[in-house]
């Protein structure tokens, strides 16, 4: 498996188990909400390098 294949694996494992464990708002919420905080922790130059990575990955 990719790398990326066992990220996405694993967060769905994470989801999985916070729904058990969690109310379902409370999951959605630790799983949108890390990511946009790992976003906006990014200093400016690195979320310009983030979006010029993805933009060029979406052209391929």
Known sequence: MSKN?????????AGLILL???????ALLIV???PAAAYLVLDPSQRRR???????ELGR
């Open 5 to 13: 294949a066992k990220i996405a694996a694993g967060g769905v494992a």
């Open 20 to 26: 058990i464990w969690l109310p379902w708002w409370a």
């Open 32 to 34: 949108l909400g890390v």
């Open 50 to 56: 983030l979006r010029r990575v993805h933009r060029k």
